[in-house]
């Protein structure tokens, strides 16, 4: 078979219909991505909301299906929702046949009364966020909030002290309270935030225009001076800085699915990348195709 193309007026322009093959691909591979990611999606956030509602009525455990994503909503939950202040740590195990996942939770005295302590909670903020200045920019925002931190609290080196309003009540914490009040003034001032964790070590991401930044208030608080040696660093910079392995080997928490995402968008924009090509440098008139045996 032998494709042509004729014009209705104008010039002739031989156009090859193989120029469409590519963005058609692109096009194709950007909706299977974006399936993929609002699939993947759906399943973090059903997961995470099943574990989120067990927790706050009390329940030390749930059951998930066991994949990537059912774990990355409970880290989530465990690490980068502050307002569960009633976890201090969490284990999990698989069924027999490994198709489940049962997360079991540490429970601290703040689960007796959830609903008082959450108005302590949203109080004691309310309490800092009236203590903040006028900020020009989120980056401003971000180093106030990480200088506050260290100015006011201390690392706890008891050991008892896991979340953002432990820290709030007994002026200390460990890890896990720092990137926990962090978090929780984040969310407050409009900030978006993340969390990465290790086996020994947590700390925070938060984004500041299209790009993610790492900010470690716990290994920034040497004193009542805050220091910047964690401040806002890229992956290579975090990584360059690290002391042993506590920051190697991180997991994603609290940003879900980036890498979906960003295929999707990059596949959409080649294929809106080509059609503006072939629609600007190709002068079409009224195209039609004729299949000739």
Known sequence: MVWTIKTVKGNYHPIPLTIFAVPTVAFILALVASIIA?????VYQSTYKKGYEAIISGQSTVTVNNNRLSVLAIN???????????????SAYKDPEGKT?????????????????????NEALDGIVAEAPEFKDKKET?????????????????YESYSALSMMDNGVGVCNAY???FSALCGRFGIEYGVKTTATHTWNVVKLGS?????D?????????????????????MLERDRGAAHFGWDDTGISLTQFENVRNILFL???????VISTVTVLPTVYIYLKK
Do not use: C
């Open 142 to 158: 971000v180093k106030w909030i990480h200088d506050y931190i260290i100015e006011n609290y201390d690392y706890d080196y008891s």
């Open 38 to 42: 609002v699939v993947s999606e759906n």
């Open 211 to 215: 790009v993610w930044y790492h900010v």
């Open 179 to 181: 990137t926990a009040l």
């Open 270 to 276: 080649l294929s809106a990348a080509f059609f503006i």
């Open 76 to 90: 989530r939950l465990a690490f980068s929702t502050p307002e569960l202040f009633t976890i201090d740590r969490w």
């Open 217 to 237: 208030v716990t290994w920034d608080d040497e004193g009542s001076v805050p220091q910047y040696e964690y401040f806002l660093l890229n992956d290579r910079e």
């Open 101 to 121: 996942l049962t997360f079991s939770f540490i429970m601290n005295n703040y689960a007796l009364d959830y609903e008082g302590n959450l108005k302590r909670y």
